[in-house]
């Protein structure tokens, strides 16, 4: 069943399955010097370009099998995910380790078509399957102290061969504020396209907060942890100055290397007109009161 948040999105939206696997337009893109492409595209997926099984699994970005495009499509097959489990700790009435398939068992899976928007202003839209976090966190019981919410994804170097390098400081970890993974938008998704999610793309569990920027929506997940302070998020960690805690899409707060006024979006050819970039990823209406009173200049 199709859920939507924004009633302006629709099947039609939707970018194709084959640009958003591949991503080779964004090489094209970077390697212009006019960006990268991304979701918000209003053309169908007949005026796109149909890409191959292999051409559109072949370019993605996951540091943890390599900083190549390429690298993800050669080695993220390495990853067992099967079976999985993901530890839930911290402050939870019930800690331990949960089964993929015994959480998969007790969730309700849905279609929810949502805007992606890139650190890297590109952007798409995608029909991602998955359930909402609150249900799992509920699930876990959240206790009163609890005030975020800290994940990390699988570090397994004999399977991840690009952990080899410091390009991060591994494993990857992410974080949101208990009352942004309990929006109602906060999903874990577990398929794209009414279909499992691809090794390279965040097989078998990955978060999904579609008012913030992509890099949020951490891959592979094996532990969520209940914390009463902030914890720490690998993008900020490298470099601080360009990577906030929060990473809310913001047209008004630019990246210190290029503006976040604008997007270009997959699908639409390398030379078509960027479009503007909406406040919290054309989401304001439903997330904007979790900000309120905060400086969103220096909370970015």
Known sequence: MAYRWKNDLTDRDVTDEAVY??????????????????IGSRATAAELEPTSWEDVTSYNNYYEFGTGKDDPAKYAHRLTVEPWSVQIDGLVDSPGSYAFEDIMAKMTVEERIYRFRCVEAWSMVV???GFELADLLEMAGVQSGAKYV????????????????PVLDWPYVEGLRLDEAMHPLTI?????????IPNQNGAPLRLVVPW???????????????TE?????SWNKANPREYGFYSNVNPEVDHPRW?????RVIGTGLFARRQDTLMFNGYADEVGA???????????
Do not use: C, H
């Not at 397994?156 to 952990?163: T, W």
């Not at 874990?188 to 499992?196: E, H, L, V």
């Open 259 to 263: 503006s976040q006024a604008s997007e």
């Open 127 to 129: 029909p991602w399957n």
């Open 229 to 233: 302070d902030e914890p720490p998020t």
């Open 188 to 196: 874990m998704a577990t398929g794209i396209y009414g279909r499992d």
């Open 212 to 226: 913030k920027y992509g890099f949020k929506s951490i891959k592979s997940i094996v532990r969520i942890t209940l």
């Open 290 to 300: 979790l900000y309120a009173g905060m400086d969103l200049t220096k909370n970015f």
């Open 150 to 165: 800290a994940f990390e994804t699988a570090l397994r170097p004999d399977e991840m061969p690009g952990v080899a390098r």
């Open 21 to 38: 696997l591949n991503r080779r337009q964004l090489l094209a893109g970077a390697a212009a010097g006019v960006g990268l492409a991304g």
